[in-house]
């Protein structure tokens, strides 16, 4: 830019001491260098401008420096907070492995107890469920040789049922007692006595003996009501087995539930005839389950 100022300035004098001299040049000549001053004067316009930009260039450089610098110290700062951060967690890590292998060496402790006490209660639950098994295995076999053993004539006045490995012996009052009395039929004893056998041969079974009432009311001196039928009924039926078939008294329970254990509505003839009945009800010996109760794994 600079020889272009010093061309420039050179035309510019050379002409101008031509004209001042009177010098006489060709017309040709004057033109020349008239052009080549135009051309001089747009490169100087062209490289003025350039020079505007570059200098914006450095401006803009100078303040980018400042902000350079002035960042890398906000930087500096944040790469010190970071490293210090940074020795933070790993000494937090140093303490959480710590305190993770110590609970590992005394969970292995309380690992194997719990292991222990599992294995104790499905022992446990294991015994629980043979005896069941075993209860319910022995209702069956009893039910199957109790409906053997009765007739077709007496199986219409006897409905045999297990359930939940509960052997439900139910006996129609008609068959089983007189008429609007609680003494026993002669044309029950050889029912009885069947059923008196299968008691005495599965002697790990308690007997209950429960009477049952239409809701008809008695009318008898000696009786009160309902609840005192029933209660009759069933005690004369325990008192039967027990003196005339020999079975354990202590194995015998006695109740009565007068008219409110129906099985269908008292609207009916049919309805009360099946309401009036008397439930044999053989049970395993419940002290079989305590006992097994009694020796669950303890609680820690």
């Known amino acids: 830019m600079k020889r272009i100022l010093q ?10 001491t031509m004209l001042l001299t009177s010098c006489v040049v060709s017309k040709k000549t004057y033109n020349s260098l008239l052009t080549t001053y135009g051309q001089l004067q747009g490169e100087y316009g062209q490289l003025k401008g350039e020079y505007t930009d570059l200098q914006g260039l450095y401006n803009q450089a100078q303040i980018d420096l400042a902000t350079y610098k002035t960042g890398g110290s906000a930087l500096e700062k944040a790469l010190a907070e970071e490293k210090a951060r940074n020795k933070e967690l790993r000494e937090a890590l140093a303490a959480l492995q710590k305190s993770y292998d110590q609970s590992v060496n005394s969970g292995n402790v309380n690992i194997s107890k719990l292991v222990d006490e599992i294995n ?23 039910t199957n040789k109790l409906t053997r053993s009765l007739s077709k004539t007496e199986l219409k006045d006897v409905d045999v049922q297990v359930l939940k490995g ?28 069947k059923i008196a056998k299968i008691i005495t041969d599965y002697d790990d079974y308690e ?8 809701d008809v009311p008695i009318s008898k001196t000696n009786i009160r009501n309902n609840w005192d039928l029933s209660c009759l009924r069933a005690s004369s039926v325990v008192q039967a087995l027990q003196n005339e078939y020999g079975v ?53």
């Open 120 to 142: 104790a209660s499905n022992k446990y639950i294991k015994q629980l469920v043979e005896a069941k098994s075993k209860s319910d295995s022995l209702s069956v076999v009893l």
């Open 248 to 300: 354990d008294p202590s194995r015998l329970t006695a109740g009565g539930r007068g008219e409110y254990n129906p099985l269908e509505g008292n609207d009916t003839e049919a309805g009360r005839a099946r309401n009036r009945r008397t439930q044999i009800i053989i049970t395993p010996k419940l002290d079989q389950f305590l006992e097994l109760i009694d020796q669950a794994p303890a609680e820690d």
């Open 7 to 16: 061309k420039s300035s050179f035309l510019v004098m050379l002409i101008g």
């Open 166 to 193: 509960v052997v439900y012996i139910s006996l129609n009052d008609n068959m089983l007692y007189k008429s609007g009395s609680y003494e026993i039929s002669s044309a029950a004893s050889s029912t009885l006595s």
């Open 207 to 214: 007997v209950l003996v429960e009477g049952n009432t239409d």
